[in-house]
């Protein structure tokens, strides 16, 4: 089992930055693919990024391709999204999500789950 713990959400001005943490606990001996995904109120929650374990594998959305990095501390157990130049459209519950084996985008394909912080971009 591992346990995700979100934080860094908060409210920013358009073309603002936010700086996302998601610690892992439990049986972090394991190599997950860590993801970034988002919901939105009234719309399916979407991918925003990934990265393998040991970072060799890095896949973002178009929509944030440019704007986000994703980044992770293996030795912290942690895993980062670096947010620019935000945008109102990026408002969402921000969900962070591990699982083994192969990269996917694919949300049900992910094992364990955060609770979520929320980003909420003002224009």
């Known amino acids: 089992q591992v346990q995700l713990v979100e934080s860094g959400g908060g409210l920013v001005q358009a073309g603002g930055s936010l700086r996302l943490s998601c610690q892992a606990s439990g049986r972090t001996s394991v190599n997950y693919v860590m993801g970034w995904f988002r919901q939105a109120p009234g719309k399916e929650r979407e991918f925003v990024a990934l990265?393998?374990?040991?970072?060799?594998?890095?896949s973002y959305a178009d929509s944030v391709k440019d704007r986000f990095t994703i980044s992770r501390d293996n030795a912290k157990n942690t895993v980062y999204l670096q947010m620019n130049s935000l945008k109102p459209e990026d408002t969402a519950l921000y969900y962070c999500?591990?699982?083994?084996?192969?990269?996917?985008?694919?949300?049900?394909?992910?094992?364990?789950w955060g609770q979520g912080t929320q980003v909420t971009v003002s224009s």
């Open positions: 990265i393998s374990w040991n970072g060799g594998s890095i």
């Open positions: 999500a591990a699982k083994r084996g192969i990269p996917t985008r694919i949300y049900e394909n992910y094992d364990y």
